[in-house]
């Protein structure tokens, strides 16, 4: 009986172990996917920037209408 107690324990420590485990592994993704995250805000910032600038310099170059 005293075995089977033990058992339980060893098992229920094992469970304890993997869920722990498992939670681990799922911070490690969050963290993953929040990196890049950020990594395709400042691209996607640079790019708008540049595109701003470029359509600046687009218009500068078209002929001014006088009046």
Known sequence: ???AIGNFFT????LF???N???SALDHCAKWAEC???DFE???QLERTARL???QFELKSLPRLTS
């Open 42 to 44: 400042a691209r996607t």
């Open 17 to 19: 172990n993997a869920l």
């Open 53 to 55: 600038e470029q359509l």
């Open 36 to 38: 890049e995250a950020a």
């Open 1 to 3: 009986m005293f075995t």
């Open 11 to 14: 098992a229920l420590a094992t």
């Open 21 to 23: 485990r498992g939670a």
